[in-house]
């Protein structure tokens, strides 16, 4: 049952209750919710008779539309309990579900985007992307939950031995230690066999969430 949106969509009923609408055929220059969404499908609706008002997701049928889920109404958001009389009955876009830019130009916040190709650069968290990346090697953190690729030389020093642990001095400085000289290292656990303060700094491969 995809949403489907659409214009000119407008019909009458004289359906009375809180149930599924029967809908008595398309309003003069206008189309009929059976040719212009499909039946099965879904899309946004309101009803309006006097007062009374109903925005919801309904689904269409033959010449019906069930009200799935109400949205806004004035009988307190509830499905409203319409009497006789003939209603207009047409596809709106509520403005709950809009996508539309502020005076800054900044796309409204989206819910969370679950595919799609998009250009350009990663859609932020903020905006509905998921901003998923794959980061091979020394990865960064900037404090504010994202990473990047560390740089070498820049945000940090590379090892000038296959067979050297690198630490750090606590002054931005770093320098090889070899295991066996006040290190031992077993099952992925360094530890300093004499009086040695360290820092270890290792490569990883991961997944990150970037904001």
């Not at 049928?61 to 889920?69: E, I, P, S, V």
């Not at 998923?132 to 000038?160: C, E, H, M, Q, R």
């Not at 006040?182 to 991961?206: D, E, H, K, P, Q």
Request: charge should be neutral.
């Amino acid at each position: 049952m995809p949403l489907v949106i659409a214009d000119r969509v407008r019909e009458t009923s004289t359906t009375t209750g809180t149930g599924t609408l029967t809908l008595d055929g398309a309003v003069s220059g206008f189309r009929t919710f059976s040719s212009a969404i499909g039946n099965t499908n879904t899309c946004y609706y309101t009803i309006t008779l006097g007062s009374d008002y109903e925005v919801g997701l309904g689904t269409v049928g033959a010449g019906t539309l069930a009200r799935t889920t109400i949205l806004k109404s004035s009988n307190s958001n509830n499905a409203v309990n319409f009497g006789a009389g003939t209603k207009d009955v047409f596809v709106t876009y509520p403005a709950d579900k809009a996508i539309y830019q502020d005076s800054s130009g900044n796309v409204n916040a989206l819910g969370t985007i679950s595919s799609g190709v998009w250009n350009g650069t990663a859609i932020t968290v903020p905006y509905g992307g998921t901003g998923v990346y794959t980061l091979t090697g020394i990865v960064k953190g900037n404090g504010t939950g994202a990473f990047s690729a560390a740089v070498s030389g820049t945000d940090y020093a590379p090892a000038t031995s296959g067979t050297s642990i690198l630490y750090g001095n606590g002054s931005g400085g770093f320098s090889n230690v070899t295991v066996g000289s006040g290190l031992s290292f077993s099952a992925g656990t360094l530890t300093a066999t004499s009086s040695t303060s360290i820092g270890v700094l290792r490569a990883i491969s991961i997944n990150c969430i970037l904001p």
